[in-house]
């Protein structure tokens, strides 16, 4: 999941431009920023319900981002860092995806319908990074010997 491998001399700043130099990182961020546009947006409109949602996969994001680009995910291992990835990107976009539709459908303000927009456009990045984790998940199958065992 982290790619740049940091020297132990870099400074944190110049991890964190390196990471961000990635297509995770760059993905992670792009997720960070449509987060933040969708808060604003629904905290404008008259529809905050919808609210919740994005300030959360914001948190989240911001979560992911640092354990990623600080490479916590190698010293952190009892947690599986690439399911745990592909379960917040997979629930974020279904969540995305069915509160903008229900906002679209609703006819809110301009404030609403911007957030709406964004939040389908933010689907649709989380179904794609959480395209990208599955591979990642794959490991190769080891055959078990199914030969006969000698003295048994």
Do not use: N
Not at 21 to 49: D, M, N, P, Q
Not at 72 to 87: A, C, M, N, P, V
Not at 120 to 132: H, M, P, R, S
């Amino acid at each position: 999941m982290s790619d740049p491998e940091p020297q132990s001399g870099d400074s944190c700043m110049s991890t964190f431009r390196s990471y961000l130099r990635t297509r995770k990182g760059i993905i992670l961020a792009a997720e960070t920023a449509l987060c933040l546009i969708i808060v604003v947006c629904y905290g404008a409109s008259s529809v905050a319900g919808y609210l919740t949602v994005a300030i959360i996969e914001l948190v989240f994001c911001i979560i992911y981002f640092f354990i990623y680009a600080f490479q916590y995910d190698k010293h952190l291992t009892f947690i599986h860092w690439g399911w745990s990835d592909f379960l917040r990107c997979a629930i974020a976009c279904l969540l995305f995806l069915i509160t903008s539709l229900i906002t679209l459908i609703s006819r809110g303000d301009g404030a609403a319908i911007a957030g709406a927009v964004f939040g389908l456009l933010a689907g649709i990045l989380f179904g794609y990074d959480a395209y990208l984790t599955i591979p990642q998940l794959r490991k190769p199958h080891t055959a078990v010997p199914t030969g006969g065992q000698d003295g048994v």
